[in-house]
């Protein structure tokens, strides 16, 4: 078990109480309907949850990556498809924390701080995986850009009023022509294309943005032409252990379901043997080891030290078990658990494919174990 310090006890404590109040007792009804509830951000708005991810002189509470973990894996255990709506709003604002000007940040965090939501645009048919092969363009007219392009697949596209959005500034130099830039909702021929229909995190929003002669100020480039694959990538970096941390609070939720369901059911019964013992305790191994992995991601994050490896490891580990114990939950509840918990099953696959697939992930990973380790007078310059 993980030590936290008691303000993170007491944030904990206060996140579950939001999740106890707001999001359980919507979130079976929200998946059967694919809609995200309007109620569950105007109770985020008077918790102030998203200020927990913007500076204090924005108006925030500025907490550490590592509570801001404890606070995600909550909201993992409450629901992974509100879970993701929220955490894909503070996903965005990571592209503005990394890159925005001090005017581009005020202007990004106001609506968020006002529980409007906020949406990241990446991903596009033909380059998902390959984040540098986008087509969408900008192109500088005056004193504005304007951009062409579909993006899809689009967490909260279709609700969001902020949103950042990647595209060529130099169609030619490729992913090195890349730039990210804020795009507000309601821009002419700034449209939502399909909305997706989903396996899992159903009450989440998906959809495509399409994006024909869309005008936007020149202010509101973030950092310079040609850095968007850089602020791309930082915002992964930080993005990823958010998906960790939904992921430790699902498996955590399944296993919780799981033994409830056993105590009311096998309790002195000569069946709950110590094959349902050993399976219980090999999911809270993992469940343990899940959280233990993601805390020393943050800690590094925290520190200041370089951790994209370790994001990496914890959004596939995490991921990983997630999609592990909620499928042998359902396995060892049998029909109960096929017809009362199956949506942490589903809500669990995308875990593995979001944000960089797993499979990415072991890309970045494998990258990192064959680069030669910096000499020990360099790595202790670095921090490292
Ligand atoms: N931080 C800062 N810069 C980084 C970085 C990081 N973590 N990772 C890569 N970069 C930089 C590189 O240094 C390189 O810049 P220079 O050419 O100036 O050195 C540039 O970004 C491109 O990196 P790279 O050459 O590694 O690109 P590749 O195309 O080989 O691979 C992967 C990049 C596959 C790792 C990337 O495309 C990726 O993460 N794909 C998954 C995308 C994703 O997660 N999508 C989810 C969308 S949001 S739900």
Not at 112 to 140: C, R
Not at 165 to 173: C, E, H, V
Not at 224 to 245: F, Q, S
Request: overall charge positive; proline content about 3%.
């Amino acid at each position: 078990m993980s030590i936290l310090t008691a303000e993170q006890i007491a944030i904990k404590q206060a996140a579950k109480e939001f999740v106890a109040k707001n999001i359980i007792p919507v979130a079976d009804a929200l998946d059967k309907t694919c809609e995200f509830h309007p109620k569950v951000l105007a109770a985020a708005k008077e918790s102030k949850i998203f200020a927990m991810a913007v500076p204090k002189e924005y108006g925030g509470l500025d907490y550490d990556a590592l509570t801001q973990a404890i606070v995600l894996e909550e909201w993992g255990y409450g629901c992974a498809g509100i879970g993701t709506t929220l955490a894909a709003s503070i996903l965005s604002m990571d592209s503005v924390l990394i890159a925005g000007t001090h005017e581009q940040k005020l202007r990004y965090f106001k609506p968020i701080l006002n529980s409007e939501i906020g949406s990241f645009g990446l991903t596009e048919p033909g380059a998902g995986s390959d984040a540098g092969a986008g087509k969408t363009t900008a192109i500088k007219q005056g004193d504005e850009y304007v951009l062409n392009g579909t993006k899809c697949w689009i967490t909260n596209g279709g609700y969001a009023s902020v949103y950042v959005i990647f595209a060529l500034t130099d169609p030619a130099a490729g992913m090195k022509g890349l730039s990210a830039f804020i795009v507000e909702r309601g821009r002419p021929g700034f449209t939502i294309g399909t909305v997706d229909h989903k396996l899992g995190i159903r009450s989440s929003n998906t959809v495509e943005l399409l994006l024909k002669d869309v005008h936007i100020p020149a202010n509101n480039l973030l950092g310079k032409e040609g850095e968007g694959m850089k602020v791309a990538m930082k915002t992964l970096d930080m993005a990823r252990p958010a998906i960790a941390a939904l992921s430790v609070g699902l498996a955590q939720r399944a296993l919780d379901e799981c033994a409830k369901h056993v105590l009311a059911t096998f309790t002195g019964k000569n069946y709950a043997g110590q094959t349902l013992q050993f399976k219980l305790a090999d999911m809270q191994i993992l469940v343990e080891a899940a959280r233990e992995t993601l805390h020393n991601t943050m800690r590094l994050r925290d520190a200041g030290k370089p951790f994209s490896k370790e994001s990496a490891i914890a959004k596939t580990f995490c991921a990983d078990v997630a999609m592990q114990v909620t499928t042998t939950a359902v396995s060892l509840m049998g029909s109960y658990g096929y017809t009362h918990l199956g949506k942490y099953m589903r809500d669990s696959k995308i875990m593995q494919i979001y944000e960089g697939t797993n499979q990415i992930q072991r890309l970045v990973i494998s990258r990192a174990v064959l680069t030669p380790a910096p000499a020990p007078a360099a790595a202790q310059k670095a921090g490292i």
